[in-house]
């Protein structure tokens, strides 16, 4: 009965801990070299503008009604039975987290 009680408590608490998406900030060189990915990579099929072609908009607008855990779940594994491809071998959860972020914020120079 004490490892129950115990074990719950835990199990709880790493299940939470889980499920929170990694938080460190790419260095200032790698925000560079991402903002760069996202506005030539991204943009070819979002449009050079991110205001869409043969993807969707990634405009704020356009994000607003998307939960940030939906979005960098399509950033790192693509769509099925689209045109986006998976960015999970280029890319951390972190720095798509961080994408996520910017693409919010109207990705800002």
Known sequence: MRIRT???PALALGCALAALPATA???PARQRELRH???QDCGSCHGMTLKGGLGTPLLPSALA???DALLVATVLDGRPNTAMP???GLLT???AVWIVAQLRAG???
């Open 6 to 8: 115990l074990l719950l």
């Open 25 to 27: 900030e790419p260095s």
């Open 37 to 39: 990915l996202v506005r």
């Open 65 to 67: 009604g998307k939960t």
């Open 86 to 88: 998976p960015w999970r």
């Open 93 to 95: 959860e972190a720095e």
């Open 107 to 109: 990705l800002p120079e």
